[in-house]
């Protein structure tokens, strides 16, 4: 049952994923691309990961989407854009097959490890996973997290710019 589900689910996913490339319309993309990651963060729940099940529907289903409409709206992207690109599309979908097949490659040439990190789902369970979390990223993490803290103010800011006509 677990197994049909996880196929259903990931099955949807791809869907999605898909319908998120070929859409034409940018708002009908972002609405595949937020089922996309509800489909992710089911997957997540699946891999008995709430904690990332949750900060993927809130920060990425909500957040970003929210930021990725309001800037396809704020910029006024029309359908005579579309049509302008059209090899785009051609060659987009030869480097999709592309990646496809070098992805199933490695995929089948490759093994795991074994290697199993220092946690186990006992300590997991006793003091949670927001606390690993947290202590991870404020103390082994902390330059990664603040350069993207850095990197996400540039990018709003940047979107600021780019709709402002007249600074």
Known sequence: METIFFTLVAAAAVLTGLLVVTCRNPINSALSLVMTFFCLATLYVMLDAPFMAAIQVLVYAGAIMVLIVFVIMLLNVRSETAKRYTHAGFISSVVGCLLLFVSLYFLNHSSLTGVRG???????????????????????????FEITSILLLVAIIGAVILTKKKI
């Open 118 to 144: 220092s946690l186990d789902t006992a300590v997991i369970n006793q003091v949670g996973h927001t606390e690993l979390i947290g202590k991870a990223l404020f103390t082994d993490f902390l330059l990664p």
